[in-house]
């Protein structure tokens, strides 16, 4: 395995590149990145329009949302690559066709993580803020969306664990994530297979568990902030 890894760690890493596109686990992280980034604002919007009070615009959107968590994400990555081409007339490539999916995919998941961390803070906070002369909107995104999202950040931080993990549908359409690099890798050396995709299961795992760590520790960190501001809303009141 050692010896697999010193001869094509390179090619693991970036793919081609610089003598050829960017590939392999660069390209992954990149593509997750830029997809949970990108997702992140329709994801608010989209929370935010599902616990609106007005059913004209709660009700759209929670059907938008219902059809993509209820459809596989290798659908939407076909659709991406060859439904939309055929009603735009602009063929995408492997690279721009899965960031479409995945920013589809991940804002109707970020909408409802948004939408629990709303409805996961006491009501008073909404009455207080509108007994203040406070909008509706103006108390949803200055006092209640701020509260929500940080009470959210472990969420988002598993949300973004899953995307790594969905980026490996880009083998699929051809895309050079780190998937498709390890097959490519195989394909050269056909007596070492268990070494090669044991690499790739390691490489996954090592990311996915250091984010869930991560995701544990904002977590904890959450929860101390929490029990350490209740023995001061007691001695105030």
């Known amino acids: 395995m050692l010896e697999l890894i010193q001869q094509y760690w390179l090619y693991f890493l970036v793919g081609q590149y610089p003598k050829g596109p960017l590939g392999g686990l ?28 007005y059913r004209w615009v709660r009700l759209p959107v929670t059907a938008f949302i219902y059809i993509v968590r209820g459809t596989p994400l290798l ?17 995408t490539d492997q ?4 960031l479409i999916a995945l920013v ?18 006491p009501k008073g906070q909404m009455e207080c803020a509108r007994s203040l002369g406070l909008s509706y909107m103006k108390a949803m995104t200055s006092v209640v ?9 472990p969420s988002l931080v598993n949300q973004f664990i899953s995307t790594i993990k969905e980026t490996s549908l880009g083998y699929i359409i051809g895309l050079a994530e780190v998937t498709f690099i390890a097959t490519q890798i195989n394909s050269l050396v056909f007596t070492k ?10 490489t996954y795992f090592v990311l996915c568990f250091g984010l ?3 995701a544990f520790w904002i977590e904890r960190r959450l929860e101390r902030k929490g029990l350490g501001n209740r023995p001061q809303a ?3 009141a």
Do not use: C, H
Request: glycine share 8%; hydrophobic share 60%; net charge positive.
């Open 75 to 91: 659908m939407v990555v076909f659709w991406a690559y060859f439904f939309l081409p055929s009603v735009t007339g602009i063929k």
């Open 234 to 236: 007691k001695v105030a």
């Open 212 to 214: 869930s760590r991560l």
């Open 145 to 153: 969306l701020p509260q929500a999202l940080r009470n959210s950040l």
């Open 95 to 98: 690279f721009w066709t899965m």
């Open 193 to 202: 297979p268990a070494q090669v995709f044991g690499i790739l299961g390691l």
């Open 26 to 53: 660069a390209l992954t992280l990149i593509l997750a990145s830029l997809g949970l980034l990108l997702s992140l604002p329709l994801g608010l919007v989209f929370g935010l329009m599902r616990v609106s009070p």
């Open 104 to 121: 589809v995919f991940d804002a109707a998941y970020l909408a409802e993580i948004v939408r629990a961390g709303i409805l996961g803070l």
